[in-house]
């Protein structure tokens, strides 16, 4: 017996802005006795498959951590395997991303990036611009202390171009200088696949109030049932944003 794929309204409170931390790639492999590099290569088909999983649930956002500002401290084979298959994967999924009216866009210093990925990202994320469908933003050379120092400097600069004036800087003008821009939903819910309780500076100023889940899935095995399971685990958590009810909304929201 084929069971139906589970609807939207199967889950009474979907998170609008999903942030994940793929991890576990490697040690998926090791496991295997295979080399890391085909950790990455399975991990790139659950990318994909969660990516078209969120699109079909309405998810709003989807924000992956494909390579942090830190992980080009791995040996050099490994970190050029990961830009060329990151090329590879934006020159397949173009396509489906389209197909699939999902916008790309990406976070991090994006400008330290080899070239072809540089040109084949901004290539999809121009191509890609008008669809109004799941918002896929790729974390690439992204570290969440860089990214908030990047904002500082540019609210200094609005500052010296006399556009913004110190008391006028709060939480919510600050946050318009983040990587994703104004008017982008904080993640609701932070997953990290491959078991390990920490947040390897991803999003360190966005996740204030997201509801964290670790699996100890790892991201080569992680597939729309996990995703399921965790967003029923979601639906019954309880966010008080430090009010007393499940009405209270974050500071500075609506
Ligand atoms: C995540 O898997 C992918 C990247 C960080 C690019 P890892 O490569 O970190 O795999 P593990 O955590 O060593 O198993
Ligand atoms: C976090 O995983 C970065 C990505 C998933 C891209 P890492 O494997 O780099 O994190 P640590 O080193 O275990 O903290
Ligand atoms: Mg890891």
């Known amino acids: 017996m084929t069971r139906r794929a589970p609807a939207p309204e199967d889950f009474p409170n979907l998170p609008r802005h999903i942030a994940i931390i793929m991890d576990g790639n490697g040690r998926w492999a090791a496991a295997r006795g295979r080399p890391r590099t085909y950790g990455h290569r399975v991990g790139a088909r659950s990318t994909r498959l969660i990516t078209e999983e969120c699109a079909r649930l309405g998810i709003e956002r989807l924000t992956l951590y494909a390579f942090s500002a830190e992980n080009w401290k791995r040996p050099r084979e490994e970190v050029d395997f990961l830009m060329?298959?990151?090329?590879?994967?934006?020159v397949r999924e173009r396509k489906t991303l389209l197909e699939n009216n999902i916008r790309l866009?990406?976070?991090?210093?994006?400008?330290?990036l080899p070239a072809p990925v540089?040109?084949?990202?901004?290539?999809?994320?121009?191509?890609s611009r008008p669809n109004d469908g799941l918002s896929l933003c790729m974390a690439l050379n992204y570290g969440g202390r860089a990214e908030i120092i990047d904002a500082a400097r540019r609210a200094m600069q609005a500052g010296l171009e006399g556009a913004l004036r110190p008391e006028e800087l709060d939480e919510a003008r600050f946050a318009e200088f983040l990587y994703a821009g104004p008017g982008v939903p904080d993640p609701d819910l932070l997953i990290r696949t491959g078991g390990d309780f920490r947040v390897s500076n991803f999003l360190l100023w966005e996740i204030s109030y997201a509801e964290i889940v670790v699996t100890d899935v790892p991201w080569p095995q992680f597939r729309a049932p996990e995703l399921h399971r965790i967003l029923r685990e979601y639906g019954r958590r309880?966010?008080?944003f430090g009010g007393l009810g499940p009405a209270s909304a974050p500071t500075g929201s609506p």
Request: overall charge positive; cysteine-free; glycine content about 4%.
């Open 105 to 112: 866009e990406a976070i991090g210093r994006l400008e330290t």
């Open 238 to 240: 309880e966010r008080r």
């Open 84 to 90: 060329s298959l990151l090329s590879r994967y934006l």
């Open 118 to 127: 540089r040109r084949r990202l901004e290539d999809v994320i121009a191509a």
